[in-house]
Protein backbone atom coordinates (compact mmCIF):
# COMPACT_ATOMS: atom_id res chain seq x y z
CA UNK A 1 0.00 0.00 0.00
CA UNK A 2 1.31 3.48 -1.30
CA UNK A 3 1.53 5.90 1.64
CA UNK A 4 -0.82 8.30 -0.52
CA UNK A 5 -3.32 5.35 -0.39
CA UNK A 6 -2.78 4.59 3.41
CA UNK A 7 -3.94 8.56 4.07
CA UNK A 8 -6.94 8.13 2.07
CA UNK A 9 -7.86 5.45 3.86
CA UNK A 10 -7.60 6.63 6.95
CA UNK A 11 -8.78 9.67 6.51
CA UNK A 12 -11.93 10.76 8.57
CA UNK A 13 -15.09 12.35 7.52
CA UNK A 14 -15.49 15.32 9.79
CA UNK A 15 -19.04 16.22 10.79
CA UNK A 16 -20.87 19.40 12.21
CA UNK A 17 -24.40 19.10 13.04
CA UNK A 18 -26.25 22.71 14.11
CA UNK A 19 -28.03 22.35 16.99
CA UNK A 20 -28.98 19.74 20.05
CA UNK A 21 -32.57 19.62 19.69
CA UNK A 22 -34.39 16.21 19.14
CA UNK A 23 -32.92 16.16 14.71
CA UNK A 24 -29.84 17.13 16.10
CA UNK A 25 -29.53 14.58 18.83
CA UNK A 26 -30.89 11.88 16.75
CA UNK A 27 -28.48 12.41 13.91
CA UNK A 28 -25.40 12.38 16.20
CA UNK A 29 -26.36 8.92 16.78
CA UNK A 30 -27.34 7.78 13.72
CA UNK A 31 -23.88 9.37 11.87
CA UNK A 32 -22.19 7.50 14.56
CA UNK A 33 -23.98 4.04 14.08
CA UNK A 34 -22.93 4.66 10.32
CA UNK A 35 -19.23 6.14 10.47
CA UNK A 36 -17.96 4.80 13.80
CA UNK A 37 -14.18 6.38 12.86
CA UNK A 38 -15.90 9.78 11.73
CA UNK A 39 -15.42 13.39 14.02
CA UNK A 40 -18.28 14.83 14.98
CA UNK A 41 -19.00 18.01 16.58
CA UNK A 42 -22.33 19.42 17.65
CA UNK A 43 -22.87 22.87 18.05
CA UNK A 44 -25.63 24.84 19.89
CA UNK A 45 -26.93 28.04 21.05
CA UNK A 46 -28.52 27.05 24.14
CA UNK A 47 -26.14 26.12 27.56
CA UNK A 48 -27.88 22.93 28.18
CA UNK A 49 -27.51 19.43 27.04
CA UNK A 50 -30.11 17.72 24.68
CA UNK A 51 -33.36 18.22 26.90
CA UNK A 52 -37.14 17.38 26.11
CA UNK A 53 -38.85 20.74 25.45
CA UNK A 54 -42.29 19.43 26.35
CA UNK A 55 -40.90 19.06 30.05
CA UNK A 56 -40.00 22.60 30.07
CA UNK A 57 -43.58 23.61 31.70
CA UNK A 58 -43.24 20.91 34.45
CA UNK A 59 -40.07 22.25 35.16
CA UNK A 60 -41.44 25.08 35.54
CA UNK A 61 -43.85 24.02 38.15
CA UNK A 62 -41.46 22.28 40.03
CA UNK A 63 -42.88 18.99 39.14
CA UNK A 64 -39.34 17.35 37.19
CA UNK A 65 -36.03 18.60 38.40
CA UNK A 66 -33.10 19.85 35.64
CA UNK A 67 -31.77 16.20 36.47
CA UNK A 68 -34.58 14.78 34.46
CA UNK A 69 -34.78 17.30 31.39
CA UNK A 70 -32.21 15.56 29.18
CA UNK A 71 -32.53 12.41 27.37
CA UNK A 72 -30.65 9.55 25.28
CA UNK A 73 -27.66 7.80 25.51
CA UNK A 74 -24.50 9.94 26.86
CA UNK A 75 -21.91 10.60 24.34
CA UNK A 76 -19.56 7.54 23.53
CA UNK A 77 -16.32 7.35 24.76
CA UNK A 78 -14.62 7.27 21.61
CA UNK A 79 -12.63 10.74 21.81
CA UNK A 80 -14.30 11.69 18.14
CA UNK A 81 -17.22 13.05 19.46
CA UNK A 82 -17.44 17.42 20.59
CA UNK A 83 -20.78 18.59 21.85
CA UNK A 84 -19.93 22.28 22.49
CA UNK A 85 -22.52 24.47 24.07
CA UNK A 86 -23.02 28.12 24.13
CA UNK A 87 -21.82 28.09 21.01
CA UNK A 88 -22.57 30.43 18.22
CA UNK A 89 -22.22 29.68 14.01
CA UNK A 90 -22.34 33.41 12.84
CA UNK A 91 -22.06 31.99 9.42
CA UNK A 92 -21.10 29.14 6.80
CA UNK A 93 -18.64 29.46 3.53
CA UNK A 94 -20.12 26.69 1.60
CA UNK A 95 -17.23 26.89 -0.69
CA UNK A 96 -14.39 26.69 1.91
CA UNK A 97 -16.58 24.21 3.74
CA UNK A 98 -16.33 26.19 7.05
CA UNK A 99 -18.42 28.13 9.48
CA UNK A 100 -17.23 30.83 11.30
CA UNK A 101 -18.50 30.92 15.29
CA UNK A 102 -18.38 34.11 17.26
CA UNK A 103 -15.39 34.82 18.73
CA UNK A 104 -13.56 34.70 14.94
CA UNK A 105 -12.92 30.78 15.08
CA UNK A 106 -13.21 28.83 11.83
CA UNK A 107 -14.00 25.27 11.70
CA UNK A 108 -13.90 22.98 9.32
CA UNK A 109 -16.56 20.55 7.89
CA UNK A 110 -17.24 17.73 5.51
CA UNK A 111 -20.54 17.40 5.51
CA UNK A 112 -23.02 19.57 7.54
CA UNK A 113 -26.16 19.25 9.12
CA UNK A 114 -28.50 22.37 10.10
CA UNK A 115 -30.62 21.68 12.99
CA UNK A 116 -31.26 24.70 14.01
CA UNK A 117 -34.91 24.18 14.95
CA UNK A 118 -37.49 27.41 15.44
CA UNK A 119 -37.42 31.06 17.27
CA UNK A 120 -40.21 32.82 18.61
CA UNK A 121 -42.53 34.85 16.83
CA UNK A 122 -42.99 38.02 18.72
CA UNK A 123 -45.91 40.15 17.14
CA UNK A 124 -45.47 44.55 17.10
CA UNK A 125 -46.98 45.29 20.63
CA UNK A 126 -46.25 49.07 21.42
CA UNK A 127 -44.05 49.27 24.41
CA UNK A 128 -42.68 45.73 24.46
CA UNK A 129 -39.40 45.08 24.24
CA UNK A 130 -36.33 45.18 26.45
CA UNK A 131 -38.26 45.11 29.65
CA UNK A 132 -36.56 42.28 32.62
CA UNK A 133 -40.12 40.69 33.17
CA UNK A 134 -41.13 39.66 29.05
CA UNK A 135 -40.04 36.01 28.24
CA UNK A 136 -40.43 33.96 25.76
CA UNK A 137 -41.13 30.22 26.64
CA UNK A 138 -39.38 27.99 23.41
CA UNK A 139 -36.79 26.90 25.61
CA UNK A 140 -34.98 25.89 28.69
CA UNK A 141 -33.62 29.11 29.43
CA UNK A 142 -36.35 30.99 29.50
CA UNK A 143 -37.91 28.85 32.26
CA UNK A 144 -35.41 29.03 34.30
CA UNK A 145 -35.50 32.47 33.98
CA UNK A 146 -39.07 32.98 34.44
CA UNK A 147 -38.83 30.82 37.72
CA UNK A 148 -36.26 32.84 39.25
CA UNK A 149 -38.23 35.78 38.65
CA UNK A 150 -41.69 34.33 39.13
CA UNK A 151 -43.16 35.22 42.89
CA UNK A 152 -46.32 34.15 44.18
CA UNK A 153 -47.25 37.80 45.16
CA UNK A 154 -47.43 38.45 40.81
CA UNK A 155 -49.68 38.32 37.80
CA UNK A 156 -48.89 37.19 34.52
CA UNK A 157 -50.50 37.47 31.57
CA UNK A 158 -49.58 35.21 28.54
CA UNK A 159 -50.06 36.18 24.99
CA UNK A 160 -51.46 33.36 23.02
CA UNK A 161 -53.94 30.21 23.93
CA UNK A 162 -51.79 27.66 21.61
CA UNK A 163 -49.91 24.85 22.77
CA UNK A 164 -46.69 26.92 23.88
CA UNK A 165 -49.21 29.78 25.43
CA UNK A 166 -50.90 27.52 27.56
CA UNK A 167 -47.55 25.00 28.48
CA UNK A 168 -46.88 28.01 29.83
CA UNK A 169 -49.98 29.29 31.51
CA UNK A 170 -49.96 25.82 33.32
CA UNK A 171 -46.23 26.15 34.97
CA UNK A 172 -47.28 29.68 36.48
CA UNK A 173 -50.58 28.66 37.62
CA UNK A 174 -48.41 26.98 40.24
CA UNK A 175 -45.77 30.09 40.84
CA UNK A 176 -47.67 32.95 40.35
CA UNK A 177 -50.95 35.00 41.99
CA UNK A 178 -52.71 34.79 38.82
CA UNK A 179 -52.42 33.98 35.56
CA UNK A 180 -54.26 35.50 32.09
CA UNK A 181 -54.54 33.89 29.13
CA UNK A 182 -54.81 36.13 25.92
CA UNK A 183 -55.92 34.69 22.54
CA UNK A 184 -56.45 36.75 19.78
CA UNK A 185 -58.75 33.21 18.00
CA UNK A 186 -62.20 32.90 18.98
CA UNK A 187 -61.49 30.09 21.11
CA UNK A 188 -57.63 28.59 22.67
CA UNK A 189 -55.75 25.64 20.89
CA UNK A 190 -57.48 27.39 17.40
CA UNK A 191 -55.17 25.18 15.30
CA UNK A 192 -55.94 22.14 16.95
CA UNK A 193 -59.09 22.00 18.68
CA UNK A 194 -63.03 23.02 16.84
CA UNK A 195 -65.00 25.07 18.98
CA UNK A 196 -66.66 21.66 21.27
CA UNK A 197 -63.31 20.69 22.00
CA UNK A 198 -61.71 23.93 22.61
CA UNK A 199 -64.36 25.19 25.01
CA UNK A 200 -64.00 21.54 27.28
CA UNK A 201 -60.71 22.71 27.83
CA UNK A 202 -60.93 26.21 28.31
CA UNK A 203 -64.00 25.56 31.16
CA UNK A 204 -61.45 23.15 32.39
CA UNK A 205 -58.51 26.03 33.35
CA UNK A 206 -60.78 27.88 34.32
CA UNK A 207 -62.22 25.99 36.30
CA UNK A 208 -58.40 25.59 38.28
CA UNK A 209 -58.01 29.49 38.23
CA UNK A 210 -56.82 30.40 34.88
CA UNK A 211 -58.27 33.17 32.91
CA UNK A 212 -58.88 32.83 29.64
CA UNK A 213 -59.70 35.69 27.29
CA UNK A 214 -60.54 35.36 23.56
CA UNK A 215 -60.98 37.38 20.63
CA UNK A 216 -58.32 40.01 22.12
CA UNK A 217 -54.97 40.33 22.44
CA UNK A 218 -51.94 42.61 23.80
CA UNK A 219 -52.41 46.21 21.86
CA UNK A 220 -49.24 48.03 24.29
CA UNK A 221 -47.84 47.96 27.13
CA UNK A 222 -46.90 50.02 30.00
CA UNK A 223 -43.43 50.04 32.00
CA UNK A 224 -42.03 51.59 34.92
CA UNK A 225 -37.91 51.60 35.75
CA UNK A 226 -37.90 48.76 32.53
CA UNK A 227 -40.26 46.55 34.12
CA UNK A 228 -43.31 46.04 32.33
CA UNK A 229 -46.43 46.64 35.07
CA UNK A 230 -49.77 46.75 32.91
CA UNK A 231 -51.05 45.28 29.24
CA UNK A 232 -53.99 46.97 27.16
CA UNK A 233 -55.89 44.70 25.32
CA UNK A 234 -57.33 45.45 21.87
CA UNK A 235 -60.55 45.95 23.60
CA UNK A 236 -59.28 48.67 25.69
CA UNK A 237 -59.30 46.71 28.88
CA UNK A 238 -55.85 47.32 30.95
CA UNK A 239 -54.71 44.27 32.78
CA UNK A 240 -52.06 44.76 35.79
CA UNK A 241 -48.85 42.62 34.05
CA UNK A 242 -45.97 41.80 36.68
CA UNK A 243 -44.54 39.29 34.44
CA UNK A 244 -45.63 38.83 30.78
CA UNK A 245 -45.01 35.83 28.29
CA UNK A 246 -45.11 35.76 24.57
CA UNK A 247 -46.64 32.85 23.11
CA UNK A 248 -47.94 33.54 19.89
CA UNK A 249 -45.80 31.00 17.88
CA UNK A 250 -43.09 30.02 16.30
CA UNK A 251 -40.92 30.33 13.29
CA UNK A 252 -38.07 28.07 11.51
CA UNK A 253 -34.72 29.22 12.53
CA UNK A 254 -33.64 29.90 8.28
CA UNK A 255 -30.77 32.45 8.78
CA UNK A 256 -27.71 30.66 8.08
CA UNK A 257 -28.99 28.43 5.44
CA UNK A 258 -30.42 31.15 3.58
CA UNK A 259 -27.07 33.58 3.96
CA UNK A 260 -25.42 30.24 2.81
CA UNK A 261 -27.53 30.41 -0.14
CA UNK A 262 -29.81 27.16 0.58
CA UNK A 263 -32.96 27.35 -0.49
CA UNK A 264 -35.77 29.00 1.52
CA UNK A 265 -39.52 28.79 1.55
CA UNK A 266 -41.46 28.32 4.48
CA UNK A 267 -38.46 26.73 5.90
CA UNK A 268 -35.43 24.98 4.56
CA UNK A 269 -36.09 23.05 1.54
CA UNK A 270 -35.04 19.43 1.75
CA UNK A 271 -35.09 16.44 -0.29
CA UNK A 272 -36.27 12.97 0.57
CA UNK A 273 -33.10 12.29 1.94
CA UNK A 274 -32.81 15.57 4.07
CA UNK A 275 -30.31 17.41 1.38
CA UNK A 276 -30.69 21.18 0.79
CA UNK A 277 -29.53 22.50 -2.77
CA UNK A 278 -25.75 23.82 -1.47
CA UNK A 279 -23.75 20.37 -1.58
CA UNK A 280 -22.70 18.74 1.96
CA UNK A 281 -25.03 20.88 3.64
CA UNK A 282 -28.23 18.62 5.02
CA UNK A 283 -31.53 20.09 7.28
CA UNK A 284 -33.59 18.32 9.94
CA UNK A 285 -36.03 19.29 12.12
CA UNK A 286 -38.40 21.98 12.79
CA UNK A 287 -36.31 24.26 10.33
CA UNK A 288 -37.55 22.40 7.32
CA UNK A 289 -39.99 21.68 4.64
CA UNK A 290 -39.84 18.99 2.30
CA UNK A 291 -40.02 19.40 -1.48
Known amino acids: MTTANASVQTKQTRYVIVGNGAAGAAALREIRATDPAGRITMLTEEGFDAYSRPLISYYL ?13 PLPPDGRTEVRLSTRVEGI ?19 LLLATGSVPFVPPMEGVGGQENVFTFLDLANAVRIREYANPEMKAVVVGGGLIGMKAAEGLHELCASVTVCELADRILPTILDDHAAGRVRRHVEAHGIAVLTGDTVARAESENNSLRRVVLRSGAVLDCDLLVVAVGVRPNVTLARAAG ?8 TGRDLSTDVPDIWAAGDCTEST
Open 61 to 73: KGRVPMTKMGYGS
Open 93 to 111: DPEAHTLQLEGGEILPYDK
Open 262 to 269: CTVGRGIR
